[in-house]
């Protein structure tokens, strides 16, 4: 990545169990009455990591890249950039079906060369406004589905 700053970083764990062991998570995870909301952003990004890592190529850089703007009054970040033939595509995790994504619309504005937006979460399989959204059970997927959706978009940029 051209503008990488060094000192700014993420980290995921090699295995979402690790994580949630290391937090301490497995009592909590015992006494609750909803376990899929316990810490469930930070375990469906560090998923997507997972997920996103085993996905790259061997033979290439494995690291994973997000982008932030910092500027006064309006701060924004996406969760990760990942490239597909040569395109930098911002990615977005969400737990749930719902969610904003400012930071999302932010980054297609400024990068209008920027061909779309990936949001995983467990929002159906769609294409709306640049933003295809992908189920987190499809992570596997996403090369695929972005190829095809750039490859088949209509003009009105509402369907892939």
Not at 59 to 83: C, M, P, Q
Request: aromatic share 6%; charged share 25%.
């Amino acid at each position: 990545m051209a503008t990488m700053n060094e000192r700014k970083f993420k980290i995921a764990y090699i295995d979402v169990g690790l994580m949630q062991n290391s937090l301490g998570l497995q009592a909590a995870t015992v006494s609750t009455d909803n376990i899929m909301q316990i810490n469930a952003g930070s375990v469906a990004e560090q998923f997507v990591a997972q997920e996103l890592t085993a996905l790259a190529d061997p033979y290439t850089d494995k690291k994973l890249h997000f982008w932030a703007r910092e500027v006064r009054g309006s701060n924004a970040e996406v969760d990760y950039l990942i490239e597909i033939d040569g395109r930098p595509i911002p990615v977005e995790v969400k737990a749930g079906a719902r969610g904003s994504l400012k930071s999302m619309r932010l980054f297609l504005q400024e990068y209008p060369k920027t061909p779309l937006g990936v949001r995983y979460s467990l929002h159906e399989l769609s294409y709306v406004d640049q933003i295809l959204s992908i189920p987190l059970t499809m992570v596997n997927q996403t090369q695929r589905l972005v190829r095809d959706c750039m490859e088949n978009r209509t003009m009105n940029n509402e369907r892939c």
